[in-house]
T-cell receptor, first 123, second 113 residues
Framework: DAGVIQSPRHEVTEMGQEVTLRCKPISGHDYLFWYRQTMMRGLELLIYFNNNVPIDDSGMPEDRFSAKMPNASFSTLKIQPSEPRDSAVYFC?????????????????????FGSGTRLTVV | AQTVTQSQPEMSVQEAETVTLSCTYDTSESDYYLFWYKQPPSRQMILVIRQEAYKQQNATENRFSVNFQKAAKSFSLKISDSQLGDAAMYFCAYIGVVDDMRFGAGTRLTVKP
């Protein structure tokens, strides 16, 4: 398995431009997460999906951020318009199961598998 | 909400020595998992070790082991025979019945040759 694949690895854009980050989760993983990492705030969960459905987007900073998962193998995180304070590393992660599904306990790894991240710089 | 605290922003260890990174967490749940992730300069998040709260035995993975104290809500990582490649940011993380993973602020580990 190629793991979680994110693109692009680096993105530099001008303030006001639209930015789209892409993620391909591990095949068979039914959870997908978007995290943002900054020096000031550490790793923050932005949104997560279960079976392609957004479950919790309370971490999305504001309406400029949107995320979609049109199918089980692809997700996007879009920022429009971008601002310098959006500069960060954005991680996508995927996972199998969750603790609520008790019978999965002995079978699945509850750790998340992370992509390599996209370093976004907005100038 | 569950919180994860790493009180050591930076740690340093001599090559071949042992170092312990601290982590505490706050939760009202009885069923959860704890993790340590390593983030080298490449920024890839790498799972180092995990601990299931219902298991009393401390997890070990080669040179990495944990000291899990459930009553104290403490989850420390011990790295034995430290190697230069162990230099990285280390994050403690928690998953409970709520789906998403919560991370501590991280500890930057430096390994001196």
């Amino acid at each position: 398995d190629a793991g979680v694949i994110q693109s692009p690895r680096h993105e530099v854009t001008e303030m006001g431009q639209e930015v789209t980050l892409r993620c391909k989760p591990i095949s068979g993983h039914d959870y997908l997460f978007w995290y943002r990492q900054t020096m000031m705030r550490g790793l923050e969960l932005l949104i997560y999906f279960n079976n392609n459905v957004p479950i919790d987007d309370s971490g999305m900073p504001e309406d400029r951020f949107s995320a979609k998962m049109p199918n089980a193998s692809f997700s996007t995180l879009k920022i429009q318009p971008s601002e310098p304070r959006d500069s960060a590393v954005y991680f996508c992660a995927s996972s199998l199961g969750n603790l609520g599904q008790g019978f999965y306990r002995e079978k699945f790894d509850y750790g998340y598998t992370f992509g390599s991240g996209t370093r976004l710089t907005v100038v | 909400a569950q919180t994860v605290t790493q009180s050591q922003p930076e740690m340093s260890v001599q090559e071949a020595e042992t170092v312990t990174l601290s982590c505490t967490y706050d939760t009202s749940e009885s069923d959860y998992y704890l993790f340590w992730y390593k983030q080298p300069p490449s920024r890839q998040m790498i799972l180092v070790i995990r601990q299931e709260a219902y298991k009393q035995q401390n997890a070990t993975e080669n040179r990495f082991s944990v000291n899990f104290q459930k009553a104290a809500k403490s989850f420390s990582l011990k790295i034995s025979d430290s190697q230069l490649g162990d230099a990285a940011m280390y994050f403690c993380a928690y998953i409970g019945v709520v789906d998403d993973m919560r991370f501590g602020a991280g500890t930057r580990l430096t390994v001196k040759p």
